[in-house]
């Protein structure tokens, strides 16, 4: 017997409300289980198919290995042949992490970041020019044509733009064995305990070499040009006596006209989860949070001592009361004084804190004492929303703050200098910003951006990202965008995401459990998502969906039905064969499929209360500042193709202000 006929034999299964059931299911075949909610599907599909394919993998590791991971409870099965290795696409499986996006779970992303590294060209953030970079004999070559005859001087830059008094420094350039440096513009000779104004900015240059460059100094000039790389970090500077600035020359990504520079690009470069890439303000988050003074201060005419700062509470005897007692003191109001009347400078100390001592109270002695540790209640809640800090906390603290998009890399994610590494005009957070089908437009012409040499480097880069757009766009996707973060993802999303990564993959042999991928699908996408489940069974593999959808089970190989009810009367195969034989079964599934039962439409629509919930200018994501009346005591359908809207207008604008007007939840909606 061939390798294709082998079939997966299921003896005896009973997980949940399953009835000892016996089944056999043809591998490399696209197949559907369906039936009632609640008859046993999924307790077929992934409590009992998948758990096996699971538990029979990591028997395959070490005993040393398992006593870490743990054992496998073995499912309630008497016995389950032709099994292969077995991948689940779940609803609930995709990675919630705020650092988690389409980008990275469909690796797209990281052949992007792959991409930029090795062709991008670099624009300085200054000025605007193309990046430079020099050889030390390119640099030599330079210095002998533009200063011929010309006495110059070689710099090794130290110190660019910090404060400090560099005594240290000094010393330690003498033990180099140099004499002269350059103090912010001049030139000085070393003396002894040399040393700057600490609190001034300062830079500072060591002076390798003065000479007249001419064709016989060349030797010299190239061993000084090394020296001054060495000293300078990879960087040199070189003045002409006759002029007070410098010209920089850097073997790194240089600016001609600034003298900024820029790391070599790597792929970790472009990377907003790696500290080379990161946005130093949002740590690659693409927002921040921030303390909203308004959830500290409910009602200004409150005093503090009846409650008006919320964290705190009413008057305790406790340090932070007695401090702000203290700077009440200090500018004459007391913790009875209405918030609204309070100095707004005391105000600004008590929530952002002080640097100068700030007296406290004691109860004992009636006197005041001076404390030093006052840190401000803002201060403090910030604090306490860190990933460190309990949950419990964290909690606490989130509820006197709101998020906003970070002010420096404005939801980039990533450095500044990262998003001046551009193709064809566009920086890596503008690609991952654009709708797949755009972006996938823009790979069509790529080579129009690329010069002979780029264009062989960038060939099998280019042609793994086009191979998984197109996957993406295949399963109807294409609204999304590689910068949308899992969290706002729907489940049908999320799985068809996880779906083409798998297609991605191209594995063989493999037998893919998927748990009702058609969920939040437009029936105009419908076609797209059978196709890549059949593209995968072409593969070589075996694909079980558990599914409802009529056009899925028109296109399975084969079909299990389960039922006949949910529950304790589930639990049993009503069913099985081609689409055909289910159709003449007697099951209830048979029934609504063959038109012999049906939900019938309702002749009399309910005229509802005549109330009206309305929504103006709802402009969140994609919405184009729309008006919705929505009428009470109706059952009102929101529909649309995937992607126009319905979640952003439902879940992410109009429940959110129900749940705060009703329940003062926290959550803010879409504008």
């Known amino acids: 017997m061939s390798i294709r006929e082998e079939n997966l034999e299921i003896w005896g299964a009973k997980k949940h409300n399953l009835k000892n059931v016996n089944l056999v299911i043809p591998r490399y075949k696209f197949v559907v289980i369906t039936g009632l909610s609640g008859s046993g599907k999924s307790s077929l599909a992934f409590d009992t198919i998948y758990a096996e394919g699971q538990r029979r993998y990591m028997e395959t590791f070490t005993a040393y290995a398992r006593r870490y991971i743990g054992e496998m409870e073995r499912p309630e099965v008497d016995k389950i042949t032709g099994l292969s290795p077995v991948i689940s696409i779940e609803q609930k499986t995709v990675n919630r992490s705020p650092r988690s996006t389409v980008g990275t779970i469909t690796e797209i992303y990281d052949f992007l970041r792959l991409l930029y590294a090795r062709v991008s060209t670099a624009y300085s953030y200054h000025t605007h020019e193309p990046m430079i970079r020099y050889t030390e004999k390119q640099i030599c070559e330079l210095i002998l044509k533009q200063h011929h005859n010309t006495i110059i001087y070689l710099l090794a830059p130290i110190v ?255 450095k500044k200098e990262v998003l001046y590494f551009l193709i064809g005009g566009k920086n890596i957070a503008e690609l991952s910003a654009m709708d797949i089908r755009f972006l996938n437009e823009w790979f069509d012409h790529i080579n129009d951006y690329l010069d002979e040499k780029q264009k062989i480097i960038a060939f099998d880069i280019v042609r793994e990202i086009k191979t998984r757009l197109q996957f993406l766009l295949n399963l109807g996707i294409d609204y999304l965008s590689l910068n949308r973060s899992s969290q706002s993802l729907s489940g049908g999303e999320a799985q068809r995401i996880r779906l083409a990564t798998q297609i991605g993959s191209q594995l063989v042999n493999v037998l893919y459990i998927l748990d009702e991928p058609s969920i939040g699908l437009h029936q105009r996408d419908n076609h797209r998502l059978i196709d890549s489940m059949k593209a995968l069974r072409d593969a070589g593999n075996s694909v079980i969906v558990v599914e409802h959808d009529l056009d899925t089970m028109k296109n399975a190989d084969f079909i299990v039905d389960i039922g006949p009810c949910a529950g304790m009367k589930g639990g049993y195969i009503v069913a099985q064969g081609s689409y055909d034989d289910i159709v003449k079964s007697q099951s209830l599934t048979a029934d609504y499929l063959s038109g012999r039962k049906r939900i019938e439409i309702p002749r009399i629509r309910r005229k509802g209360n005549r109330e009206s919930i309305v929504l103006k200018g709802a402009g969140g994501h994609n919405l184009k500042s729309i008006n919705v009346h929505f009428p009470l005591g109706k059952f009102i359908c929101v529909t649309g193709v995937s992607g126009s809207g319905k979640s952003s207008l439902i879940n992410a604008t109009l429940y959110p202000i129900l749940n705060k007007y009703i329940y003062r939840a926290e959550r803010e909606p879409l504008p």
């Open 160 to 414: 660019k733009g910090r404060k400090g008094h560099y005594r240290e420094v000094f010393q330690q350039i003498l033990k180099w064995g140099f004499l002269h440096v350059r103090i912010d513009g001049e030139m000085k000779e070393i003396m002894l305990r040399m040393q700057l104004d600490r609190y001034k900015t300062h830079d500072i240059e060591i002076v390798i070499d003065t000479l007249s460059v001419k064709e016989e100094n060349r030797t010299r000039l190239m061993k000084s040009i090394e020296l001054a790389m060495k000293y300078g970090k990879g960087t040199l500077m070189i003045m002409d006596e006759n002029q007070k600035t410098a010209k920089t020359y850097s073997r790194f990504l240089m600016c001609p006209t600034t003298g900024i520079s820029y790391p070599e690009p790597e792929p970790n470069t472009f990377s907003f989860n790696s500290p080379y890439g990161s946005c130093p303000r949002c740590n690659g988050l693409g927002y921040i949070s921030e303390t909203d003074i308004d959830k500290l201060i409910t009602d200004p005419r409150k005093s503090i001592r009846a409650g008006g700062i919320t964290p705190l509470g009413t008057y305790k005897s406790n340090w932070v009361f007695k401090q702000i007692e203290g700077i009440a003191l200090h500018y004459q109001f007391s913790l009875d004084t209405p918030i609204e009347q309070i100095p707004e400078e005391a105000l600004n100390i008590i929530f952002y804190g002080s640097s100068k001592p700030i007296m406290m109270k004691n109860e004992t002695s009636n006197t005041y004492t001076y404390s030093n540790n006052y840190e401000g209640i803002i201060n403090f809640i910030v604090s306490q929303n860190t990933e460190e800090a309990p949950a419990n906390i964290r909690k606490w603290a989130q509820q006197f703050m709101h998020t906003k998009c970070c002010d420096v890399c404005n939801g980039s994610r990533l």
